[in-house]
């Protein structure tokens, strides 16, 4: 069984930084990336940013390109999402997820299996 647990969300004001964590536990092999998707209400989930678990390989959103950095500690199953420079339309909830896929990094869809989100609040 695999669990992912996100921490770090928070409010903060607009130019603030905050990092997101996901640590991963039960089933910690076989998986090619983690990723971070994002959800506000009434849109879809959006995809944010992965890295590929084991050569480090990085995916971002245009709309974070330069503002967020993704990283992984691999010896302790956890990722992170530095986020600098928040603005009010990064308000959502964060989730991490795991997808075995090498190809889809970037599509919801390929991930199977996902944390509980952790809300980040960009006031202005």
């Known amino acids: 069984q695999v669990q992912l647990v996100e921490s770090g969300g928070g409010r903060v004001q607009a130019g603030g930084s905050l990092t997101l964590s996901c640590a991963l536990s039960g089933r910690t092999y076989g998986y090619y990336a983690m990723g971070w998707f994002r959800q506000s209400p009434g849109k879809e989930r959006e995809f944010v940013a992965a890295v590929s678990w084991r050569a480090g390989i990085k995916y971002y959103a245009d709309s974070v390109k330069g503002r967020f950095t993704i990283s992984r500690d691999a010896p302790k199953d956890t990722a992170y999402l530095q986020m600098n420079s928040l603005e009010p339309e990064d308000t959502a909830v964060y989730y991490c997820?795991?997808?075995?896929?090498?190809?889809?990094?970037?599509?919801?869809?390929?991930?199977?299996?996902w944390g509980q989100g952790t809300q980040v609040t960009v006031s202005s």
């Open positions: 997820a795991t997808t075995p896929y090498n190809d889809r990094a970037r599509a919801p869809s390929a991930y199977d299996h």
